[in-house]
């Protein structure tokens, strides 16, 4: 069992920094996209850790998670919503920090499963990388949810231009200014 949770880790992180690298070549917002620019070398880094780990504990060095892993049960529903059609960049770049916070969330109660087992397996090794690349997601989670309300207030803003006063403030005293 532990085998295979070990497995669906590797197969989400090298999933998710697919999609972590298309998130930051899309949209204007340089700061978005220069997290998940970042956040996407520390998942590839993460899948390598998982990889080496697996080769350890497992004389197969084929890292196969069965027909759906984790990842697969997240994402289809959330690329579905991005896709429901025409946005404004800044609606785009919501719309992926939505699908990014949703997996970063997922990720950090798959590393919880993954340590427990461990733990339940007497794998001390195994719970300690979990922990680590739990606490790793957690920070992340943090870094993209800081994003979510200023970028909800500009998509908001673009989408109803004709709508709403332009001087509305949609960013954060700490956050850019955008122009």
Known sequence: MLRKYLADAYTSETKCESELRR??????????????ASHADETKAHAVQLREHYAKLYTDTELNSGPVSLFDLAFPPLANAANSGPAVPEEITLQNLLMAYTVETGEIAMYETLAALATAAGDAETELLARKLQSDERRAADKIWHFISTRAKLAFNMLTVSEVDPAVDTKMADDRIVQ
Do not use: I, L, P
Not at 23 to 36: I, K, L, P, R, Y
């Open 23 to 36: 998130f930051a070549a899309t949209g204007n917002d340089e700061d978005v996209q220069s997290t998940f």
